[in-house]
Each structure stands twice: as C-alpha cells, then as structure tokens.
C-alpha cells in the first residue's frame, strides 16, 4: 500500500517563500522509479499540474510557475520537495502530490496541504 503524505503548507504573505514536501511509504528502489507530480487546487478551480520530476530527475513546470518553484527529490529520504517562492495570491490552493511507478499505470495520491498566501 502506497502512502503519500504532504507536509510544509501554512500561510505567508505576497513576495515570501515556502517549501512543501511528499514523503511516500514504500521502499527505496519502488520510490527511486517514481514519478512525482504536484498538483493544486484553488477553490471554485479545476486541479492544475504545477510541476513534475521523472524518476531520472528530469522536471517541469506549469508556465505559472516556472521561474518561482523548483521541484527536487531526494531519494535517501523518500521525499519530494516543492520550494516555491516568490509566492502570489493567485498561489493559494491545496497542494496534492501524485506518484506513478511501473506499468501499472496507477496513481496514488496524498491528502493534501493548504498554502495561503496573503497580499
């Protein structure tokens, strides 16, 4: 069972940085092929992809955010990091994490956490 679980959402004011993180239960070598996706929803909005990073360590980004937020991995830790700065009104949502691995073309996804940003 693959558990993913958000941490580092708060509140901050327009211009500042947070970083949020996704930490997943499963072994290393499952976790080192992962891809790893951070979504985010604002209410009254649809989900939009922010940023990915492929198992390989390759990324992108939503045109939003490119330039703001860096997605990194750390694989000892089993851990996804979304540093995001620069941070905007219009960067308020809930931020999801999402994984694939295999072929089984499955994905989990974790609870989500909130991220206000204040102008």
């Known amino acids: 069972q693959v558990q993913l679980v958000e941490s580092g959402g708060g509140l901050v004011q327009a211009g500042g940085s947070l970083r949020v993180s996704c930490a997943a239960s499963v072994s290393r070598s499952i976790f080192s092929s992962m891809s790893i996706h951070w979504y985010r929803q604002a209410p009254g909005k649809q989900r939009e992809l922010v940023a990915l990073?492929?198992?390989?360590?390759?990324?992108n980004y939503a045109d939003s955010v490119q330039g703001r937020f860096t997605i990194s991995r750390e694989n000892a830790r089993n851990t996804v990091h979304l540093q995001m700065n620069s941070l905007k009104p219009e960067d308020t949502a809930v931020y999801y994490c999402?994984?694939?691995?295999?072929?089984?073309?499955?994905?989990?996804w974790g609870q989500g956490t909130q991220v206000t940003v204040s102008s």
């Open positions: 999402a994984a694939t691995y295999g072929s089984s073309l499955r994905w989990y």
């Open positions: 990073i492929s198992s390989g360590g390759a990324t």
